[in-house]
Nanobody, 125 residues
């Protein structure tokens, strides 16, 4: 079993920054990749980025490229999402999740097995 706990959400003004954390515990070796997802009210959950555990390869969806950076601290079993130049449309509940194996389309929520509880990010003036 793998447990994931997100933190770092909050209220930020447009153009501001936030850093989200995803702390993993339990059978962390099960995680082939850790992804960050978000879900806005009335919308489907969408993937923003993921990082591969074995080699640190990162992938981003187009809407966050150049603004968001996913990284990890292997000693702390923690994955981060640094979000810069935030926009009101980035407002959502952000979740981290773990995929157990490689699959095509690793930005799709259906590829992920373990999920955290989510943290709210609100971008508003």
């Amino acid at each position: 079993q793998l447990q994931l706990v997100e933190s770092g959400g909050g209220l930020v003004q447009p153009g501001g920054s936030l850093r989200l954390s995803c702390a993993a515990s339990g059978f962390t070796s099960e995680a082939y990749a850790i992804g960050w997802f978000r879900q806005a009210p009335g919308k489907e959950r969408e993937g923003t980025s993921y990082i591969v555990s074995s080699d640190g390869t990162t992938v981003y969806t187009d809407s966050v490229k150049g603004r968001f950076t996913i990284s990890r601290d292997t000693a702390k079993n923690t994955v981060y999402l640094q979000m810069n130049s935030l926009k009101p449309e980035d407002t959502a509940v952000y979740y981290c999740a773990a995929a157990r194996r490689w699959a095509l389309g690793l930005l799709r929520p259906s590829r992920y097995y373990y999920w955290g509880q989510g943290t709210q990010v609100t971008v508003s003036s």
